[in-house]
């Protein structure tokens, strides 16, 4: 499949040179059979299966194949843990449903999640003899989308804060999370995020991202080391989502993300306004040099 000339800039020297390779747990641990949080492996599987549906650069039989295997792979026995918390409805605006779920600590989920995945994407990359850079890039959105999931369904604003912390200190803040995050009205991880990258207070970070415009929030974008070759999208982003007002995190709408899809479609020649998986797939190999097939 041939990527469009304008859709292959040479990679900018920031963040994104930086990160580690994404089919590798990110936060180093030893690959035993932990126990996991309850419904955790759900997430992450049907997580994955959906990005490589949607994942522009996979021919449609491998996608297929990948997703069919995603679901169905066997892990290694696990241990589920045992439920810490109420149950509360799950993240419509995502997966179009809401089941019932139960609401772990977000940092004990990311790091499930992160391991989880990493494992599966091993498997997968075994199975099809995927290439590194295929590999990477499936496994890298395939947590980010089970993660922002997670994040949907959780409370209160300190677990978003620990989240943020113990991704920044695995250098996982990326900018496909946050502008995944921002493009699903995620605002406070999102702005909690943007403070840590650009070291600025939270107070004047949440300033600079809602309140003082384009160019206030260009100077902290390009405070966060985050690539230049992105900041029209999240530009973009940022202008729905100023235009929706601060209160529209409260009741964000599949609507309010189509709305985003469609700016980021004209901002960017070769993306396709297919859905926010697609689009995020087709931005970060943007960055990036076309991913071999197998």
């Given at each position: 499949?041939?990527v469009?000339?304008d859709?292959?800039?040479?990679?900018?020297?920031?963040?994104?040179?930086?990160?580690r390779?994404a089919?590798?747990?990110?936060?180093g641990a030893?690959?035993?059979?932990?126990?996991?949080?309850?419904?955790?492996?759900?997430?992450?599987?049907?997580?994955l299966?959906?990005h490589?549906?949607?994942?522009p650069?996979?021919?449609?039989s491998l996608a297929?194949t990948?997703?069919?295997?995603?679901?169905s792979?066997?892990?290694?026995s696990r241990?589920?843990?045992t439920?810490?918390?109420?149950p509360?409805?799950?993240?419509?605006?995502i997966?179009?449903?809401?089941?019932?779920?139960?609401r772990?600590?977000?940092?004990v989920?990311h790091?499930?999640?992160y391991?989880?995945?990493g494992?599966?994407?091993?498997?997968?990359?075994?199975r099809?003899d995927?290439?590194p850079?295929?590999?990477?890039?499936?496994?890298?959105?395939?947590?980010?989308?089970?993660?922002t999931?997670?994040?949907?369904?959780a409370?209160?604003?300190a677990?978003?804060?620990?989240?943020?912390?113990?991704?920044?200190?695995?250098?996982v803040?990326t900018?496909?999370l946050?502008?995944?995050?921002?493009?699903?009205?995620?605002?406070?991880?999102?702005?909690?995020?943007?403070?840590?990258l650009?070291?600025?207070?939270r107070p004047?970070?949440?300033?600079?991202?809602f309140?003082s415009?384009?160019?206030g929030?260009?100077?902290?974008?390009?405070?966060?080391?985050?690539p230049?070759?992105?900041f029209r999208?999240?530009?973009?982003?940022m202008?729905?989502?100023?235009?929706?007002?601060p209160?529209s995190?409260?009741?964000?709408?599949?609507?309010?993300?189509?709305?985003?899809i469609a700016r980021?479609?004209?901002?960017?020649d070769?993306v396709c306004p297919?859905?926010?998986?697609?689009v995020?797939?087709?931005l970060?190999?943007?960055l990036?040099?076309?991913?071999?097939?197998?």
């Open positions: 499949m041939q469009p000339r859709s292959a800039p040479k990679p900018s020297k920031s963040r994104t040179e930086r990160e390779p089919s590798k747990r990110a936060d030893h690959r035993g059979p932990d126990p996991l949080p309850a419904g955790v492996e759900r997430r992450v599987r049907e997580a299966a959906e490589v549906r949607r994942c650069y996979l021919p449609p297929q990948l997703s069919v295997d995603a679901l792979l066997r892990l290694p241990a589920t843990s439920p810490t918390t109420t509360s409805a799950g993240d419509g605006a997966n179009g449903a809401k089941p019932q779920t139960t772990q600590a977000l940092t989920l790091k499930a999640i391991g989880l995945c494992d599966l994407c091993e498997l997968l990359t075994r099809h995927l290439p850079e295929l590999a990477d890039g499936i496994a890298l959105h395939g947590r980010e989308r089970a993660l999931v997670a994040m949907s369904e409370d209160p604003k677990e978003v804060e620990r989240l943020v912390a113990g991704l920044a200190a695995e250098d803040l900018p496909t946050l502008l995944r995050s921002l493009s699903l009205g995620l605002l406070s991880f999102f702005a909690l995020a943007m403070a840590h650009s070291k600025t207070d004047e970070a949440k300033r600079l991202i309140e415009g384009s160019e929030f260009q100077s902290l974008y390009e405070r966060s080391d985050l230049p070759d992105l999208a999240f530009r973009a982003a202008d729905v989502v100023r235009n929706l007002g209160e995190a409260r009741d964000w709408r599949r609507e309010y993300t189509n709305r985003i980021l479609v004209n901002e960017y070769h297919e859905d926010l998986e697609h995020l797939c087709t970060w190999y943007g990036r040099s076309k991913p071999a097939l197998p």
